[in-house]
């Protein structure tokens, strides 16, 4: 069974930058598996930031971009604030109708 | 404006059955494929099911697959989850969620409020 991993946790200062990842426990991450990227705030529902690798979600600000950075799916956030903390999760595509999420990244901005 | 509401999460005990159902508004229902996705109290979100725009084609996470079925009717506008032989571990909040596209690989793009189920004697 194959994982998607993320950082468990990740800590930025306000207006720095941060690369969240996404890998596979096996193999490489490329636009073949749609990577798509998570922003849920506690007791909210999750909000779309990035799909289909790099394409930002309606209304979602430009600081938040998406990338294939070596063998994983990354979700950058340029000038990071107070309200960017939040959980972030990615998801993959591993074909046949299936879709795995990875364990969540916490982002704390202090 | 697109909406997703979830209702049927209840208690039930361990063995028992449940109906979880999706109301959706808003958009064209029948374009789109749709997802029931969960999150377990503190932890993080697990793909559960994926069915097609025409219902032709339905696929589980292994951790539901022959427990669970994923159904839709276009001519309510309505998703469905029929959950059996429930276990404590399948107890979260069960959210809708819309594909972006009609095929398999449509990532979710839009999502429900949840429904909670718990799972105990």
């Known amino acids: 069974q194959t994982v998607v991993t993320q950082e468990p946790s990740f800590s930025v200062s306000p207006g720095g930058t941060v690369t969240l990842t996404c890998g596979l426990s096996?193999?490489?991450?490329?636009?073949?598996?749609?990577p798509t990227w998570y922003q849920q705030t506690p007791g909210q529902a999750p909000r779309t930031l990035i799909y289909?690798?790099?394409t930002r979600s309606s209304g979602v600000p430009d600081r938040f971009s998406g990338s294939i950075l070596g063998n994983k799916a990354a979700l950058t956030i340029t000038g990071a604030q107070a309200e960017d903390e939040s959980d972030y999760y990615c998801?993959?595509?591993?074909?046949?109708?299936?879709?795995?999420f990875g364990g969540g990244t916490k982002l704390t901005v202090l | 404006e697109l909406q997703l509401v979830e209702s049927g999460g209840v208690v039930v005990q361990p063995g028992g059955s449940l109906r979880l159902s999706c109301a959706a508004s808003?958009?064209?229902?029948?374009?789109?494929?749709m997802h029931w996705v969960r999150q377990a109290p503190g932890k993080g979100l697990e793909w559960v099911a994926l069915?097609?725009?025409?219902?032709?084609?339905?696929h589980y996470a292994d951790s539901v697959k022959g427990r669970f079925t994923i159904s839709r009717d276009n001519s309510k506008r309505s998703l469905y989850m029929q959950m059996s032989s429930l276990r404590a571990e399948d107890a979260a909040l069960y959210y809708c969620?819309?594909?972006?596209?009609?095929?398999?690989?449509?990532?979710?793009?839009?999502w429900g409020q949840g429904t909670l189920v718990t799972v105990s004697s």
């Open positions: 998801v993959l595509y591993m074909g046949s109708g299936i879709w795995v």
């Open positions: 808003g958009f064209t229902f029948d374009d789109y494929a």
């Open positions: 069915i097609s725009w025409d219902g032709a084609y339905v």
């Open positions: 096996s193999g490489s991450v490329s636009t073949s598996y749609y």
């Open positions: 289909s690798t790099k």
């Open positions: 969620a819309k594909g972006f596209g009609s095929s398999a690989a449509s990532w979710v793009d839009y």
